[in-house]
């Protein structure tokens, strides 16, 4: 249990991630229920939706876990080895959303851009199968790295390679591959848009705008993602003191990340985009 004495300082701070957490978990369970709901009237439910129901899922879970932990910090009942249960929990929770995120973008990386290349020829037509299946087998590889990690926590030996080590290990991985297929995406859009321009459409064609858009948006999205992957490595290599400002502040950028990231795909999903519309009308109507 922590010190009763509470500051402003600390409200201010517990209100700002209860704030992020709400709108991580509704954001996140909107996804779930609407492309779930849909795939259940169609009985079909496309690979891109699958990844995106897994990466939402994953990170409601994670979230979840993560009020939990915090709900742990203040009770006093609740010992160590039940945070560090959670933590568990959490580390393969947070894991599969970060491979759902990567081969997401792996994903539009591969069906959007134009490049004439051997490899991007065959991953075309097989992209939407090969995904699913990689997440499955980015999953399993990283689970089994992780298993000697937590066997040494529960032999009470160093909880540290735990925290540390595994995490951080496959989040490098994770957000390389997603920076070079977000990269490769803002290339070919880029080109794209030089070629419509040539040809006399410029800022006319709503593509070219739409382009844009896009570009925009990914261009957010590697910003939050680096600043989530500076964080994560900060947290992880403990710089900065435990109850120290700088320290908070980095973990506030890791945290907002899958909100920021949520509501990106939220954008950029016309079926999401549409039913937030309709609850949007909805709620102003009744208000």
């Given at each position: 249990m922590v010190n009763n004495s509470i500051s402003p300082f600390d409200i201010l701070k517990w209100t700002i991630l209860g704030i992020i957490s709400v709108f991580t978990l509704l954001g996140n369970g909107f996804i779930i229920v609407v492309l779930g709901y849909q795939g259940l009237q169609k009985r079909n439910i496309l690979p891109h939706d699958i990844l995106l129901i897994g990466l939402s899922a994953s990170r409601l879970m994670s979230q979840m876990l993560s009020s939990t932990s915090y709900l742990l910090y203040f009770e006093n009942d609740m010992g160590i080895f039940n945070q560090d249960v959670v933590l568990i929990c959490?580390?393969?929770f947070n894991m599969t959303s970060m491979w759902s995120a990567t081969w997401l973008s792996v994903l539009y990386c591969v069906k959007v851009t134009n490049f004439a290349n051997c490899l991007f020829l065959w991953l075309k037509p097989r992209i939407n199968m090969l995904v699913l299946r990689l997440l499955a087998m980015s999953v399993?590889?990283?689970?089994?790295?992780?298993?000697?990690?937590v066997l040494e926590y529960f032999q009470q030996k160093k909880w540290d390679n735990l925290t540390r080590n595994s995490p951080?290990?496959?989040?490098?991985i994770t957000f390389c591959i997603s920076l070079i297929a977000s990269t490769l995406l803002l290339v070919s859009l880029w080109k794209h848009i030089r070629n419509l321009k040539k040809s006399g459409l410029g800022g006319?064609?709503?593509?070219?705008?739409?382009?844009?858009?896009?570009?925009?948006?990914?261009?957010?999205?590697?910003?939050?993602?680096?600043?989530?992957?500076?964080?994560?490595?900060?947290?992880g290599t403990n710089v900065f003191n435990y109850e120290s400002l700088e320290r908070l502040i980095f973990k506030f950028l890791a945290i907002s990340f899958p909100c920021v990231h949520c509501?990106?795909?939220?954008?950029?999903?016309?079926?999401?985009?549409?039913?937030?519309?309709h609850i949007l009308n909805i709620t102003r109507r009744a208000s």
């Open positions: 959490w580390n393969f399993v590889i990283s689970s089994i790295f992780f298993v000697p990690s951080l290990f496959y989040v490098s006319k064609d709503l593509s070219t705008q739409v382009h844009i858009n896009v570009i925009t948006l990914l261009l957010s999205y590697i910003f939050f993602y680096l600043l989530y992957f500076t964080g994560f490595i900060i947290l509501i990106m795909l939220i954008l950029t999903n016309p079926k999401l985009k549409e039913m937030a519309g």
